[in-house]
């Protein structure tokens, strides 16, 4: 599951994968690799000279439902995370598509990315629906400076994390979603 959770944000490289996966072994990683190619849940990329990505297949996609319920239980009902223990601002932006209420949407259309000297996602709502990526969006409609941690729960004003003339969007993006309490 941490596998596709990954790879439901972006494709990866084999070495991007292992490195979110804090400590599973080279030969781990791979086993379990060639086991969902050979479920179909996985498929190789090419890119490059010679270098491959792993991404999700349709099947794999699919999974994205039950994974963005799990999510929700873990914010939920799990434990609270401590300080220093492994985390990854990439996972956030699937978290936060599991908190996406499309009713509290409404029509809203933007694309917000989020920017620090360690992460770049950015997060896409258009037609009640979330897209998700990592790097730079091709179109942004809101800039913030800061991690999704820092919008939601920081200390930092949102409204210190973007420009004057995106506070109207940015509040109704954040009412978007419903934060465990």
């Not at 941490?2 to 990866?12: A, C, T, Y």
């Not at 492994?86 to 598509?97: E, G, S």
């Not at 259309?109 to 620090?116: G, M």
Request: glycine share 8%; with cysteine; aromatic share 6%.
């Amino acid at each position: 599951m941490l596998l596709i959770r990954d790879l439901l944000v972006s494709p990866r490289r084999f070495n991007d994968l292992q490195n979110s996966l804090k400590g599973i072994g080279s030969n781990l990683l791979a086993s379990r690799l060639k086991e969902l190619e050979s479920a179909d849940i996985v498929e190789k990329q090419p890119i490059g000279a010679g270098g491959h990505l792993y991404a999700l297949t349709e099947s794999g996609k699919a999974l994205e439902p039950a994974l963005l319920s799990l999510v929700r239980w873990g914010l939920a009902y799990g434990p609270e995370s401590e300080t220093g223990l492994h985390h990854q601002d990439d996972w956030d932006l699937l978290a936060l598509k599991a908190l996406f209420r499309a009713n509290r949407a409404g029509d809203l259309s933007v694309c917000v990315q989020f920017k620090t000297d360690e992460f770049a996602g950015w997060m896409d709502i258009r037609d009640q629906r979330v897209t998700i990526g990592l790097g730079d969006a091709a179109e942004v409609d809101i800039l913030v400076k800061g991690t999704i941690k820092d919008l939601f729960t920081g200390s930092e004003s949102p409204d210190r994390l973007c420009t004057p003339e995106s506070r109207d969007n940015l509040n109704r993006f954040m009412s978007a979603f419903v934060l465990p309490a």
